[in-house]
C-alpha cells in the first residue's frame, strides 16, 4: 500500500502536521468507518468518515464522526441550500477522484463546499481518510477546518 495518495500530497503542500496510518480494510464491514476506529483502536467520534451529499445537485464533501449520521436538513441549511440528499458512490468517485471506501476530503479533484461537524473540533487530534481503503491520517480537527476552508456546522442527525 502507498502512503503516498493525492490527500497526503495536498496535506504536506499546505504544510499540515500529520500522520499516516495504515489498517487492514475489511470491503465487507457495514460500516467503514467503525471498521476503520476498530482497527485504529480509536474512539469512533474521533475517526470521521467522509461522505459525498448533493445540495441543491450540487457536489458538498461532509466530515463527520464514523458512529453518526448526517442531518440532510442541517446540511441542506449549514451549506445555504433548501435540500440535500447522500451522492450514489458511482458519482461520488467520479467527482473525488477516490474508490468508495478510500474516499478523502483533502486531495479531491476539485474543490468543493466542505463541512465539518462542529463537535469534531472538539478533540486534539482526528482521523481522516487519507486516500486509499485502509489508510487514515491523524491530524488537528483545526487544520482540516482550515486546509479545506470548511464551514464547521451542527449537521448530525
Known amino acids: 500500500m502507498s ?34 476506529a476498530a482497527a485504529l483502536g480509536e ?11 448533493l445540495v441543491d445537485g ?8 464514523s458512529d453518526r449520521e448526517v442531518s440532510m436538513k442541517k446540511l441542506a441549511a ?13 458519482e461520488a468517485e467520479r467527482v473525488t477522484g477516490f474508490k468508495v471506501g478510500g474516499i478523502s476530503p483533502f486531495g479531491q ?7 465539518i461537524d462542529e463537535g469534531a473540533l472538539a478533540h486534539d487530534l482526528v ?15 483545526r487544520d482540516v477546518r482550515d486546509v479545506l476552508k470548511a ?3 451542527d449537521v448530525l442527525a
Open 78 to 90: 449549514a451549506a445555504g441550500g433548501k435540500s440535500a440528499q447522500m451522492m450514489k458512490p458511482p
Open 43 to 53: 474512539d469512533p467520534a474521533r475517526v470521521l468518515k467522509t461522505l459525498m451529499a
Open 127 to 141: 482521523y481522516v481518510n487519507g486516500g486509499q481503503r485502509g489508510l487514515q491520517v491523524r491530524l488537528s480537527p
Open 3 to 36: 502512503k503516498v495518495t493525492p490527500a497526503t500530497r495536498a496535506l504536506a503542500a499546505a504544510g499540515i502536521s500529520f500522520t499516516v496510518h495504515a489498517y487492514d480494510y475489511d470491503p465487507d464491514a457495514e460500516s467503514i468507518g467503525l471498521q476503520a
Open 109 to 115: 479533484r476539485r474543490a468543493v463546499k466542505t463541512i
Open 151 to 153: 464551514t464547521a456546522a
Open 58 to 65: 450540487k457536489p458538498v464533501c461532509v466530515v463527520v464522526p
